[in-house]
């Protein structure tokens, strides 16, 4: 892989991970601690919010495997192995790692 395509798969994998931390960002909010005051807040109107809190550190989860993953393909483009399915070491599609550029495995690894 020349330089300037290294370049800018990094550009486009940190621009992803920027994304996903200012995602984080909005998300702080939901995972807060739901206050038990019944005064303020009913019981069902509670029970909305417990909810949001699950789904938002649920989100927040997803967002911490999505990170994972793109820390890795800089890592592949470190060593020289991003592109490359790890199963039988032939190209990944370009239309494929630009959908998922933390992708390690070609379409016909990933199908079976």
């Known amino acids: 892989m020349d330089q300037e395509i290294e370049s800018e798969w990094r550009a486009e994998i940190r621009a ?9 960002a909005r998300g702080r909010a939901g995972q807060a601690t739901v206050e038990l005051d019944q005064q303020t807040v009913g019981r069902l109107s509670r029970m909305d919010a417990l909810q949001n809190q699950a ?4 989100t927040g989860i997803r967002r911490q495997a999505e ?16 592109g490359y399915c790890e199963d039988c070491g032939d190209a990944i599609a370009p239309g494929r790692l630009r959908l998922d550029p933390a992708a390690i495995r070609c379409v016909s690894c990933a199908s079976g």
């Not at 789904?55 to 649920?58: I, L």
């Not at 990170?67 to 991003?82: K, N, Q, Y």
Request: hydrophobic share 50%; proline share 0%; aromatic share 4%.
């Open 67 to 82: 990170r994972t993953r793109l820390r890795a393909a800089l890592a592949r483009l470190d060593v020289g192995e991003f």
């Open 16 to 24: 992803r991970l920027d994304e996903l931390e200012a995602q984080d």
């Open 55 to 58: 789904m938002a550190r649920a």
